[in-house]
């Protein structure tokens, strides 16, 4: 892309980008504001249903105690009627007989305000019922007094609230039994409730809002609440508009600007490929006053003076190039903290002439301990590395209070626990985002004084500059620059040891990982081949763990998960490791245990998850008792497989045969039949070639030599006394104790992983 489409794309980005960023903002906003405002109002109409359906209630309730303490209930209720106190007025015996009952009464069914449970069917009306009691106490039946719930009744709720108000009939799928909606909006507000199962907010495709209100104590109608958006019509395609016309205008102004800039800058480009062929005398034309004009009177005094810097820009140009190459290699090539921070102090030293310094860095909050040093054995007396506590000295205070420091030490002044110095220079290092120690004043306002704005990491300290004078300013800034490289290392080694660990281990149970596991079983089989041990494997499934999750939830399932695996890691041994294999399946691997050993683990592992129940929380909040039990399956190498994979199938086909024959047990699998053997002399000293040379093959016998004799397999695979690669004789025997027959089997070359190996689990067997 030539200069001129790139500052076109520039001014386009800079022009474009906010207008765009704007338009999106503004309809994000309106969106926002219309949403909280018809929530907002929602909320006050829910609260304004209730206040008038609770208000209707005690209407009733009011009404139907004055007609259960007179004794003229036909006259009473009459007034209660003809009051508009309630609609009808309905008195019932014992036994549940109609003794009165005013003229016109609504229909059924009648809705209890008491009764906060939805209602099976459509409510014609509402109803409070009083006890009918005689002086003694006794009940002599009910009074009940009603309120028709109708178009009329919805009408006035929707007066009260200002919105449009639905009264459902309870049925399900769910119907309107009355509403004020109008005709065109009144399927989408029905078809937004039925997705609502509470008081939450949602809109409808005709830019509606609905909330639920109700049925709860006091209020027992099912109604939907809906008011319509207050969002301008048409805002998006205005905004839409508004972005393009922008966009236009944007292009020809650039394209405009670009052509006059970049018309002056061809001179220039000519002028300085004159300088790069050596040519100093160019010069550029000064046609303006503007950044252009500057630019090339500034290319002109450039040309004039660059003859006299030449050499000395050159050796400072190799000087500068050497440290940041070491220093940029060294920080993208390798964790090694300790070597990262050598090449940090010694770029350091070099670039502000000091003749001694030190990296410290926070060891357990209390002290700073020198992770690197040059030139302080003249100026430390100790001979353990520095350790200064936080707090004390010049390095303390700069931990502490994450501000750099530098000046002059007088000899008195020196602390004990310090370098004795005439000039010192420390600048505090923390989190590469952090603001500590980046300036005087980088500690963030809400922090007290004297108290750095984040946990520092670390302090460069530098002492006695070449030709005794103080550091200033600028060495200052060159040791803020390399200690952001020092908070980069410390941080990136931090990182990488916290992946490393992320990467292994399961979240939830705190497991090694399946990943870990393939590397954990080849690195044990190809010990145990070497060294003719034994490795078994324990494959562990819980029973009917489905049936846990569906029955409390997978939250009580992830507690059973990781209770498991405490329980796992306190029955093992600290050599022994653990894993999650995936879902509810484990795998525990135990080095150096044979089939008996296995067996006495997977009857403790059984104990341990059978004999105590896990306390979950389920669905309802309620602390549970959840009986869990495991089902395990046991290989051993080499008496079951002959490589890691083999192993751990074999285990998997035990532990189906545990699940197959009760669960809660173990099952051990069957040890393989023996392959028939054939005797074949060996002989025990081999003779020397003429040449001195060792020879392929088989030995050649020396006269007269003894003849050892070794069992190998007839059919199948290498000879039991000749290694699998390269086929040549080996001997040996069986270690004792191993429970098998000597195999002759030898790991593959290089030994043993060489992998990370984390911390073991367990408390001992």
Known sequence: MTLRGRLTAAFLAVAFGPVLLGAVFVAATVAAVDRSRATERLAVAATAVRTSIDALCQQLRAAADAVAVTADHAGTAAQVVSRGLATAVLVTDVTGRVSYATPDPPPAPWRDCATPEPPGGPVSALVVRVQLRDAAGSALGTVAAAQPVDPAFVARLAAVTGVAVTLLDGAAPVQVAHTTESGNGRDAVLAAAASLRDERVTGTTD????????????????????????????????????????????????????????????????????????DLTARVPVRSSDEIGRLAVAFNRMTRETGGYLAALASSRDQLRGHLAVLGDTLASTHDLPRILRVILHSALAATGARAGAVLLTEQ??????????????????????????????????????????????????????????????????????????APGAASAAVPPGRPAEV???????????????????????????????????????????????????????????????ESLRREVERASRFGRMVSVLALDLDRFKRVNDTYGHAAGDTVLAEFARRVRGEIREVDLAFRRGGEEFVVLLPETDARGAAIVAERLGAAVRDTPVTVVGHAGVRELIPVTV?????????????????????????????????????????????????????????????????????????????????????GGPAAGEDAGSGVPVTGESPAGAGTTGTGRTGPAGGASSGPHPPRYGHGR
Request: proline share 10%.
């Open 207 to 278: 830019g509606r809002y609905v909330r639920r209100a109700g049925p709860t104590v006091g209020q027992p109608l099912p109604l939907v609440l809906s008011v319509p958006s207050d969002q301008p019509p048409g805002l998006h395609a205005v905004l839409v508009a508004v972005v393009l016309l922008a966009a236009l205008l944007g292009v020809a102004v650039a394209w405009r600007l670009a052509r006059v800039t970049t018309r002056p800058l061809v001179e220039l480009a000519g002028a300085a490929d004159r300088v790069a062929t050596g």
């Open 365 to 438: 909050g209390e002290r700073l301990v020198a992770r690197c040093s040059v030139g302080l054995d003249d100026r430390w007396p100790g001979t353990e590395p520095l350790r200064v506590p936080l707090g004390s000295g010049v390095v303390g205070a700069v931990a502490v209070t994450g501000q750099p420091r530098r000046g002059r030490m007088e000899p008195t002044s020196v602390a004990s626990d310090e370098p004795r110095c005439r000039t010192y220079i420390a600048v505090p290092f923390a989190a590469p985002d952090g603001t500590g120690g980046d």
């Open 456 to 518: 520092v990491l670390g302090v460069l300290a530098l002492y006695d500059r070449l030709g005794g004078e103080e550091f200033d300013d600028d060495d200052l800034a060159t040791l803020r620059t390399f200690a952001r490289h020092a908070a980069v290392a410390v941080d990136n080694v931090r990182v990488h040891e916290e992946a490393q660990r992320l990467s292994l281990t399961d979240p939830l149970t705190g497991l090694w990982n399946y990943r870990y596991l393939r």
């Open 631 to 715: 089902s395990i399956g046991i290989a051993v190498f080499p008496d079951h497989a002959d490589t890691g994979p083999q192993v751990l199938a074999t285990a998997d086909e035990a532990l189906y045969a545990a699940k197959t024959a009760s669960r809660d047990t173990w099952r051990l699998a069957p040890t393989r039949e023996a392959s028939p053997t054939r005797e074949v002399p060996v002989p025990a000293v081999a003779r020397t070639p003429a040449d001195g040379l060792p020879r392929a093959g088989p030995a050649v016998p020396s006269p007269g030599g003894p003849v050892l004799a070794l069992d190998v397999p007839t059919s």
